[in-house]
């Protein structure tokens, strides 16, 4: 039983070298590329423009009102 455990635990001290020294190799280039960020969805209410025409909508619609009272 002893035998079988010191296999083992060989085994895996050969393979976490044999991927350490692996690795090494590649290089810093090696490193996993992060995917491009798709463009991020603007809420209507976080949306400088949204807002602005919305002012500026309610301005105009303040200053001319429609109803036909002058």
Not at 7 to 32: D, F, H, K, T
């Amino acid at each position: 039983m002893l035998k079988v455990l010191f296999v083992l635990i060989l085994a895996a001290v050969a393979i976490y070298l044999l991927v350490r020294m692996a690795q090494e190799r590649r290089g810093p280039s090696a490193a996993p590329r992060r995917r491009p960020q798709p463009p991020r969805i603007v809420a209507p209410d976080d949306d400088e423009d949204f807002l602005r025409d919305l002012d500026r909508k309610r301005r105009r619609k303040h200053r001319d009102p429609e109803d036909g009272q002058e």
